[in-house]
């Protein structure tokens, strides 16, 4: 009497199927073996993929985002009624700049900082979530505006989405940073000596560079180091990204003041001298 | 799971090459475009932020 099932005998091949072995109960473990390497090579890809959209991707994007925001904030400027043209007779009172307040995520200054690259211009948006620096840098909200008193604080990316601050860590004491708003030039300069490179030797004791842990959030207080809600002593600028530059482990922070009155750009449309580093 | 995939591919393989060519592509760019941006605000290697 022949078996009905025959679990001994290959069956015979189905044409179109290519000649591949049968599935014998003993290859299932071969079979898992195979499955579990190639998953794990499949997730080692993902993960490479990953850290290509990291440092590509995301600069792309952001590279996108920049040039809708630039777009964006210079329309505003050219119909923002608040920025009049140059009167004929020199201005007897200082210039005083228009107050600024927008929503979050709005753009509302753009950054120049002349060390990283000649030609550096970054749109700042309000906001410093997520969201808001994956276009670029962006500003802790209830910090000051620029060239107000208290601390314009300003957090950016290391590494990835443009990389606005990448090399943070080569600003110089003394180096200028470049503020530019619908109606004036800002010039902040980094805190410490110019003639030794030493950050520290303000008078007000703030460095020009220091590497914190993520929780101090006392360096963008008013008063740079000083209490959350304390007074503000000058009118400072704060850049905050991580360090080192693949971690968020610390944190990278610049110290600047303000250098000089707010310059109109009714009367110097350019900028000014210190833009050119 | 690539030998299955390959094997139900259709055609000669030159036509499965390309497939799977295409397939691949389509995975990297749903995962580039779809799945990393989704993903990413949950890694906490991306803070450049101070926070109490």
């Known amino acids: 009497m022949s078996s009905a099932v025959d679990l001994d005998e290959p069956p015979a091949a189905t044409p179109g199927d290519g000649g591949s072995p049968p599935r014998r109960r003993r290859d299932w473990g071969r079979t898992l073996v195979r499955g579990i390497g190639q998953t794990l090579i499949t997730l080692g890809l993902v993960a490479l993929l990953f850290v290509g959209y990291e440092l590509w991707v995301t600069d792309l994007i952001a590279a996108q985002d920049q040039e809708q925001l630039s777009e964006e904030i210079h329309e505003q400027w050219r119909d923002d009624p608040t920025v009049a043209p140059a009167p004929a007779a020199p201005v007897e009172q200082p210039f005083t700049p228009a107050a600024i307040s927008v929503g979050v995520g ?83 300069r980094v805190l410490g000596d110019p003639a030794t490179g030493s950050f520290d030797g303000d008078p007000s004791g ?50 600047a003041r303000l250098d000089g009155a707010p310059i109109s750009k009714a009367t110097t449309p350019d900028g000014p001298p210190a833009l050119a580093g | 799971m690539y030998t299955w995939i390959w094997r139900h591919l259709p055609g000669p393989f030159p036509a499965k090459a390309l497939a799977a060519l295409v397939l691949v592509a389509a995975v990297s760019a749903l995962l580039l475009f779809v799945v990393f941006p989704q993903v990413e605000p949950l890694l906490p290697f991306t803070d450049v932020t101070v926070t109490p």
Not at chain 1, 211 to 216: C, F, G
Not at chain 1, 228 to 252: D, F, I, N, V
């Open chain 1, 206 to 255: 703030i460095p020009g560079q220091e590497i914190v842990r993520p929780e101090a959030v006392s360096v963008i207080s008013p008063t740079p180091g000083g209490p959350a809600e304390g007074p503000a002593s000058g009118a400072y600028l704060t850049l905050t990204t991580c360090h080192p530059k693949y971690s968020a482990q610390q944190r990278l922070i610049i110290h």
């Open chain 1, 106 to 188: 709005d753009p509302f200054a753009v950054l120049h900082i002349p060390r990283l690259a000649a030609d550096y211009s970054r749109v700042i948006v309000e906001g410093a979530a997520q969201d808001q620096l994956a276009q670029g840098p962006g500003h802790y909200i209830g910090t000051a505006m620029p060239g107000e008193q208290g601390n314009l604080a300003i957090a950016g990316h290391r590494v990835g989405r443009g990389s606005p601050f990448l090399d943070l860590d080569q600003m110089r004491p003394g180096d200028p940073i470049v503020v530019e708003t619908a109606d004036a030039w800002f010039v902040y």
